[in-house]
């Protein structure tokens, strides 16, 4: 049975920082892309960044960028999502994502994942 568990979500103010984790189990971790997405209340889940197999290629929305820093160990088989500068529009719940077989991890490729996480709070005050 896979699984993939999200931590490190909390409540944390304006311009503070947070990491968030995803653990998977019952998957041969490294052949899977990984990818975070989010949901605010109200509004669809979007895309927010993805990393290769390897790891050696990221992709991330553009209202991130610079702030947030996708990674994976795969010994640990856990992806990561750094957090910087977080703003009070990035509150929402966070989604760790697996795509078998994807090459370059794009926005649309990574909407149709395998395998979606149950996600973690985050909430910024402003």
């Known amino acids: 049975q896979v699984q993939l568990v999200e931590s490190g979500g909390r409540l944390v103010q304006a311009g503070g920082s947070l990491r968030l984790s995803c653990g998977a189990s019952g998957l041969t971790f490294s052949i899977y892309a990984m990818g975070w997405f989010r949901q605010a209340p109200g509004k669809e889940r979007e895309f927010v960044a993805a990393?290769?197999?390897?790891?050696?290629?990221?992709n991330y929305r553009d209202s991130v960028k610079g702030r947030f820093t996708i990674s994976r160990d795969n010994a640990k088989i856990t992806v990561y999502l750094q957090m910087n500068s977080l703003k009070p529009e990035d509150t929402a719940v966070y989604y760790c994502?697996?795509?078998?077989?994807?090459?370059?991890?794009?926005?649309?490729?990574?909407?149709?994942?395998?395998?979606w996480g149950q996600g973690t709070q985050v909430t910024v005050s402003s």
């Open positions: 994502a697996a795509a078998r077989g994807v090459g370059v991890p794009t926005a649309q490729v990574m909407r149709s994942p395998d395998y």
């Open positions: 990393v290769s197999r390897s790891g050696d290629y990221t």
